[in-house]
């Protein structure tokens, strides 16, 4: 079954003008044919008439025998009082004298010959021609006639699938634009201009699509109030252990700094839903504005200069392309940062972690390569995943590349991790922004 409604279309189409052209091909043969055997028994009906008069008795009584060019129409004609013919251009073909007044069809000499006899006493008139070059007349003119059929129908075809493909633009175009509806694209297909058939699609498509940005703004909203609320315990929690310290005796330190850590970690995590709370929330149009990409590279590398110079890496931005893109300066520095952090965070003691801006066509692609130890191949695709973690010896929540992605996707942009390719061992982290205009 042909799935595509498009090459149905133009397939029945074709089928249909290919049918009719058979159909009219066969009709304009078989016309032309039998218009042709008319006009040929014509002629020979008027050629017998014209030799009623003195023109028959101007024809030459012995023409040399054989002497006929094997398409022309042969006359023969008789007279009561002669056994032979009194006249005739072919005296080698015997035609039968007896035959009716009127056409016939008689084989003489082996050949089908049709002839017209008429009967004027005391002549009779025979004017015949051969079946044979009637039939190569004929079907040479019937033959004639399919050539524009046949030139047509692969022209009507032709302008069938261009008019089919130009109807089909519009689809196309739809098609494309459900295909970019993702979560952060939530947006109403256009329904200006859309064909009438496809409106009860749309509409319901536009329904479904609200449905989805309510439920996940719902979704949303839940992950950031409870990230929310459980900040202002978990402070208490924290300020309490700071003021426990000095109370804990020797032998439980350890346990309580254990203690202590967990309540850090749960606060990172914490912070990080937050920011993908916020990050997952349709663009604020009005808080957009020109923001300078290496600006906001400097001030990231700026922030982690005291983790990395305490771990010994080398942390530096080399090639800055100076870039502007249009976003909201906060969403562009928690992209970065979370990349910085990742960096530094991964790469051992005494590592090193490159920044490079770089303009290609209308993206400006901002770069993090480090000197850690990568990510193995078959779990790079999972890495934007929520709360995924390659490596589970260093602590982490598992948010920041799904916030790096959210935001992103909100600006239209794309996100990627891949190991090096240079013979060292790392990760390239980028992320490319749209130029602004
Ligand atoms: N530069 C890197 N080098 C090696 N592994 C990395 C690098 N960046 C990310 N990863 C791996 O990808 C996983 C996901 O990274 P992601 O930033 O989302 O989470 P995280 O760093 O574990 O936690 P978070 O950033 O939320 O504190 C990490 O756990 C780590 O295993
Ligand atoms: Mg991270």
Redesign the pocket.
């Known amino acids: 079954m042909i799935r595509s409604l498009r090459t149905q279309l133009v397939l029945a189409l074709c089928a249909v003008v290919s049918v009719v052209g058979i159909v009219q091909g066969i009709s304009s043969y078989q016309l032309s044919k039998a218009g042709m055997n008319a006009l040929l028994d014509l002629r020979l009906e008027q050629v017998a008439s014209r030799l009623r008069g003195p023109l028959g008795d101007a024809l030459p009584s012995i023409p040399a025998r054989g002497s006929q060019p094997a398409r022309d129409i042969v006359i023969t004609i008789w007279r009561d009082d002669l056994e032979t013919p009194y006249r005739s251009t072919e005296p080698s073909l015997p035609l039968p004298r007896e035959a009716a007044p009127g056409f016939s069809s008689t084989m003489v000499n082996g050949e089908q010959w049709r002839i017209y006899t008429l009967r004027e006493a005391p002549k009779v008139i025979q004017v015949a021609q051969r079946s044979s070059v009637r039939h190569e007349l004929s079907e040479e003119a019937a033959v004639n006639t399919l050539w524009p059929i046949l030139v047509l129908v692969p022209l009507v075809c032709a302008a069938v699938l261009l008019v089919v493909r130009f109807s089909f633009r519009q689809l196309n175009r739809l098609g494309s634009e459900v295909q970019a509806v993702d979560a952060a694209h939530l947006q109403a297909l256009p329904t200006a201009g859309v064909p009438i058939e496809l409106r009860p699609f749309i509409d319901s498509i536009n329904r479904m699509i609200e449905r989805l940005a309510r439920s996940i703004e719902t979704e949303r909203k839940f992950i950031s109030d409870a990230a929310h609320e459980l900040r202002t315990p978990l402070t208490a929690l924290q300020l309490q252990a700071d003021n426990l310290q000095r109370d804990i005796v020797a032998g439980n330190q350890e346990r309580f700094q254990e203690l202590r850590r967990g309540i850090a970690r749960s606060g ?2 914490i912070a ?1 839903l937050l920011r993908l709370a916020r990050a997952d929330a349709s663009l604020q149009r009005e808080a957009v504005t020109q923001v300078d990409v290496s600006e906001v590279v400097v001030a990231a590398v700026a922030e982690v200069l005291p983790i990395a110079m305490k771990r010994d890496i080398d942390i530096g931005a080399e090639e800055m392309a100076s870039a502007k893109v249009r976003a909201i300066e906060a969403d562009l520095g928690i992209a970065v940062r ?2 910085v ?3 530094i ?3 051992p003691d005494g590592g090193k972690v490159d920044l490079r801006t770089e303009v290609r066509g209308n993206m400006v692609w901002i770069e ?1 390569i ?1 000197t ?4 193995a191949e078959e ?1 790079l695709p999972r ?2 995943d929520r709360f ?5 010896e ?11 992605k959210a935001i992103v996707a909100k600006y239209g942009g794309s996100a990627s ?1 891949r190991n090096r390719d240079d013979g060292k061992t ?2 390239v ?1 980028s992320i490319g922004f749209r130029l602004s205009d």
Do not use: H, K, W
């Open positions: 990172s995590m990080q979370n990349l952090s990742n960096a965070r991964y790469t993090v480090d850690g130890p990568g990510i779990l890495v934007f995924f973690r390659a490596n589970t260093i602590e982490g929540s598992g948010l920041g590349l799904s916030i790096v991790l790392g990760i982290a």
